[in-house]
């Protein structure tokens, strides 16, 4: 299932992909949050083990499903959607960790497509932060973003690296790329 008006902002953590989708909500397009970061509070809340520094491959495997579910919750809409990361940014993850990807992963970024352009936000130091959920060095967040790099570029998609530049600049770039403005 090709779905062309699906459009996933990938990159390393910390790099503006959030503040993006919350500029484009904004403006009245559709958007689905980064699934992260709602996994680890949700494993902070309970107890669990399920986090990017205690279980991985349980914390990747809830990733890849709520992704999934993502998908298929829009997959009614015809109008543009744009994804706080997509479906393969797992596979990406697990690798980063040299972790082995499932094949239903694997399976279903072949089946499940964005549209071709990938939107990439580059590694910017200065505006790297740290917090309770994101524990990663900014090398290490570098290496995500190759990793992103990397994994959509063996799905054969298209990677479109945003400018640094400010935010409201960044969406002009991403909506004048998809033909929106």
Not at 15 to 29: N, Q, V, Y
Not at 34 to 51: C, W
Not at 67 to 74: K, P, R, T, V
Not at 93 to 113: K, N, T
Request: charged share 20%.
């Amino acid at each position: 299932m090709k779905k062309d008006n699906f459009f996933i902002i990938t990159g390393g953590p910390g790099m503006g992909k959030t503040s993006l989708i919350d500029a484009l909500a904004a403006l009245g397009f559709r958007c689905v949050p980064e699934t992260g970061r709602d996994i680890i509070r949700q494993q902070v809340a309970a107890g669990g083990t399920a986090l990017p520094w205690g279980d991985r491959e349980a914390f990747a495997r809830l990733m890849f499903e709520q992704s999934l579910a993502d998908f298929h919750q829009m997959a009614g809409q015809t109008a543009p959607v744009f994804f706080d990361r997509g479906i393969a940014d797992t596979i990406g993850y697990l690798e980063l960790c040299e972790l082995p990807v499932p094949a239903v992963m694997r399976e279903a970024a072949a089946l499940y497509r964005f549209n071709k352009k990938i939107f990439l936000t580059p590694p910017w130091k200065e505006i790297y932060a740290q917090d309770s959920e994101r524990k990663q060095s900014f090398d290490l967040a570098v290496a995500t973003y190759n990793s992103m790099v990397a994994t959509y570029q063996q799905l054969q998609y298209d990677l479109v690296v945003l400018p640094i530049d400010t935010i409201a600049e960044r969406v002009r770039f991403m909506l004048s790329a998809t033909g929106m403005k």
